[in-house]
Structures are given as structure tokens and as C-alpha cells.
């Protein structure tokens, strides 16, 4: 009998991406189909996406540049949260306000030349601010998402202690 599991350390993900925008002609034409998009991953609520609204999408769904950023700075949080944890930092708030800067290339492509990330987090205690600071650097390097990208993630932190 074959051993199919992953590798040691090796993990695999899968989910289902379901074109729903064909409005009845297909892709006979460019403005004939809606970006309309579900996502899928078996256990967990669909995610409706489509593209960004400049790219004929609908603005009231997740479109890929948003998921990117989104798993960026999700990411990074969780990576934080587990090298605070090991640092001794205690982390009673966190709020990410992220961007990231896409540039079309003229030629129907682009890419992503930046992310800020923004973290603003409040720690238990002044006496953990230091650590809670060094602690970016260390998710950094931990986060796989970030880790996975050519472009850079870039953090603008600010950590201050609960009142």
C-alpha cells in the first residue's frame, strides 16, 4: 500500500475557484461575463471574489489583491502573536492597517512592487514595549506568506502598553 502523506514539514492546501459570471454568452466578448468568482475550501465559509473594479469587477467582493494583502498582514499577526508568546510579551490588542502598492506593466500585466504593514499593538505592560518591538523582526522572518513573495513587506509598527 503507497504512502501518500506530505513530507515532514511539508503541508498542502486545496480549494475550488468557481467561475459564476457567465451571463449567458460565455467570454464572446470582454464586457459579456461578470469577474464573479466563489472560493472554496471544504469546512469553511465560501468567500464571493471577483476582480478589482477598475478591472470591470464587483467592488462589493474580495478580489485577489485584496486576499494577497490579506494574507500578508494575517500572516504577519500570527507570527507576531506566536514570537511575543516565546519573547514573554503579553498582547492584549492588535490592528493591522495595511496597503500595498500594484503597478500595471502596460502590457495587460502587473505586479505588486510593495506592502506596508502597519501593526499597532497594545502589550500587557511598559516593561514589555522593547521586546514587543524586536518581536516584528522575528515574525518577519517567520511568516510564510511573506516569505513566498518578491516584493517587499515593510512594517511601520507602533507598540504602546495597556492603560
Request: glycine share 8%.
Amino acid at each position: 500500500m503507497a504512502d501518500h502523506r506530505a513530507p515532514l514539514g511539508e503541508h498542502r492546501y486545496a480549494l475550488t475557484s468557481t467561475w459564476t459570471g457567465n451571463t449567458g454568452a460565455g467570454t464572446s466578448g470582454y464586457r459579456d461575463y461578470r469577474r464573479d468568482v466563489t472560493l472554496e475550501v471544504q469546512g469553511k465559509p465560501e468567500i464571493l471574489a471577483s476582480s478589482d473594479k477598475p478591472f470591470r469587477g464587483d467592488p462589493a467582493r474580495w478580489n485577489p489583491e485584496d486576499l494577497l494583502l490579506a494574507s500578508l498582514s494575517e500572516c504577519h499577526l500570527l507570527s507576531y502573536l506566536h514570537a511575543c508568546v516565546t519573547a514573554g510579551v503579553v498582547v492584549v490588542s492588535y490592528r493591522d492597517d495595511a496597503s500595498g502598492v500594484m503597478r500595471e506593466n502596460g502590457a495587460g500585466g502587473g505586479a505588486f512592487v510593495e506592502v506596508v504593514l502597519r501593526p499597532q499593538v497594545v502589550v500587557a505592560d511598559a516593561s514589555m514595549i522593547e521586546a514587543a518591538e524586536r518581536a516584528h523582526a522575528q515574525a518577519n522572518e517567520w511568516c510564510f506568506i511573506a516569505n513566498s513573495v518578491n516584493f517587499p513587506v515593510r512594517h511601520q509598527a507602533t507598540v504602546t502598553a495597556q492603560a
